[in-house]
């Protein structure tokens, strides 16, 4: 089992700032089947990248996936309002398919 | 635009069966792959299997001793059940789909439903 560690646990920004959340893998995400979802409270997660760089439709541009192997990142250039969240990674390159616990921005 | 919905009991009793029913709408259930995933604040997200429209599965080592998915294309529905419940499986329970072969992240989602296990 692919085990998905978040860092950091909680983000406090400003909106305007920018949001770095890490995914580290052990061991690595096959081919870069990695995913990233945003959730809010009382709602289901929410795709917004996957295969490690691809936006969902939808999905505003200044949401960005890198990465590769071990290591994967979710960059928010400039936060906006509606961005306070919880995020989590995903991978699904093998089974079980396993989550990331979450990374939750807040309001600085 | 599909859209899921879950149904069935919000509490069971420890020991017995837990079963819960996804209903899709929006969109054909004979094609993509049909998951169930819990959340609950001790185990985060969990994914617990899919089933194929064709009927195939794959569960969640951790639980396939205690998880049967099945599917009604007839009702465009699916099915989890799980067996002899215990505290731990309280959770919010979510259906969701599958992209399938070759990125199969999860793109459409259900609202989730509370199952809390108790006497």
């Known amino acids: 089992e692919i085990v998905l560690t978040q860092?950091?646990?909680?983000?406090?920004?400003?909106?305007?700032?920018?949001?770095?959340?890490?995914?580290?893998?052990?061991?690595?995400?096959?081919?870069?089947?990695?995913?990233?979802?945003?959730?809010?409270?009382?709602?289901?997660?929410?795709?917004?990248?996957?295969?490690?760089?691809?936006?969902?439709?939808?999905?505003?541009?200044?949401?960005?996936g890198s990465g590769s192997g071990t290591d994967f990142t979710l960059t928010v250039s400039r936060l906006a309002p509606e961005d306070f969240a919880v995020y989590y990674c995903q991978q699904y390159g093998s089974s079980p398919r396993t989550f990331g616990q979450g990374t939750k921005v807040e309001i600085k | 635009?599909?859209?899921?919905?879950?149904?069935?009991?919000?509490?069971?009793?420890?020991?017995?069966?837990?079963?819960?029913?996804?209903?899709?709408?929006?969109?054909?259930?004979?094609?993509?792959?049909?998951?169930w995933i819990r959340q609950s604040p001790g185990r985060g997200l969990e994914w617990i299997g899919y089933i194929y429209y064709s009927g195939s599965t794959n569960y969640n080592p951790s639980l396939k001793s205690r998880v049967t998915i099945s599917v009604d294309t007839s009702k465009s529905q699916f099915s989890l059940n799980l067996m002899s419940v215990n505290a731990a499986d309280t959770a919010i329970y979510y259906c969701a789909r599958d992209r399938g072969y070759p990125h199969p992240y999860f793109d459409f989602w259900g609202q989730g439903t509370l199952v809390t296990v108790s006497s």
């Open chain 1, 7 to 64: 860092s950091p646990g909680t983000l406090s920004l400003s909106p305007g700032d920018r949001a770095t959340l890490s995914c580290r893998a052990t061991p690595a995400v096959s081919n870069n089947f990695l995913a990233w979802y945003q959730q809010k409270p009382g709602q289901p997660p929410r795709l917004l990248i996957y295969a490690t760089s691809t936006r969902a439709t939808g999905i505003p541009d200044r949401f960005s």
């Open chain 2, 1 to 35: 635009q599909v859209q899921l919905q879950e149904s069935g009991p919000g509490l069971v009793k420890p020991s017995e069966t837990l079963s819960l029913t996804c209903t899709v709408s929006g969109g054909s259930i004979s094609s993509y792959s049909w998951n």
